[in-house]
């Protein structure tokens, strides 16, 4: 879904000498702001255990009470967490946890309802459909492959495209996938993370959910390798296409995001968390 709000960007920007601009605000901000990128994930978990295992071997050579103990844990905690907290660049943050709440409620008012009713279509066509959207963006993939010189994936992504495109029928089939040739998620937000751009900037953007700095320059430059743009005529085809496959990859999705909701104590941290941690995995892979 996020790809829409950047095309329309790219109609905007074609037409006006902004484009230079914007492109050169969103690299200041990945360059100057500090890396999420070089942050490492806590498990909060894990950290738990570390703390209680040093608490109770402390612990086991003192007579202490309860309230001590509890101070003793609270230090050990807190000492995990120092060493490994994120480095979240977020200083947007009020803004971006209104455009959290606004995306939540488009969700559970309109997408959710949507993509419910959209279910009555079948399964497999829905998959075929998937299949057929994926297999229509395996320029982004196989050029991004190029660039960050993965060039063995770049000749997985290829042999996809040619198996799913004749063997598939148009993609709408993955027999690909059952010769163990496993797509290869690339784009050009992870090509700048390759080649050490940080990522700037967190921000929640209105309808298209979390994003940052960098991976809004990589949504920029990927628009123009997506054949979608060049086989539309204008941005409201355009859009339509997309929300066909937005709808679609909702409907398939097992309410995901429902289930982050209701478990979280403060969903917009932890979907935050979550995408930098998704992104910084893409890269490092």
Known sequence: MKIVFFRLIQVAVTRSSSAVGLLFFLAVACVCLPP????????????????????????????????EFDALFDDAFDDEVGDNQ????????????????????????????????????????????????????????????????????AGVELTRFTVNSTVGILGLFDPAKDMGFTRKDEDFGQTLGEYGVGPGFYIVLPFFGPSSARDGIGMLVDGYADPVLYGTDDALEYLAVKAVDSVNALSIDKDTYDAIVKESLDPYLFVRDAYIQHREGKIRK
Do not use: C, G
């Not at 209680?52 to 050579?61: D, H, I, Y």
């Not at 279910?119 to 320029?139: C, D, I, K, Q, Y």
């Open 36 to 67: 999420i990128a070089s942050a490492q994930h806590i498990d909060a978990s894990h950290i738990q255990l570390a703390a209680l295992e040093q608490v109770a071997n402390e612990s086991a050579q003192l007579d202490i009470d309860d309230d």
């Open 86 to 153: 994120l480095a979240v660049a977020d200083p947007m943050e009020p803004f971006n946890r209104a455009m959290f709440w606004f995306n939540d409620r488009l969700y559970f008012y309109l997408f959710k309802p949507v993509a419910k009713a959209y279910r009555v279509v079948p399964e497999p066509a829905r998959v075929s459909v998937s299949n057929f959207f994926s297999n229509l963006a395996t320029p982004i993939r196989f050029l991004n492959a190029l660039f960050q010189l993965k060039f063995k994936d």
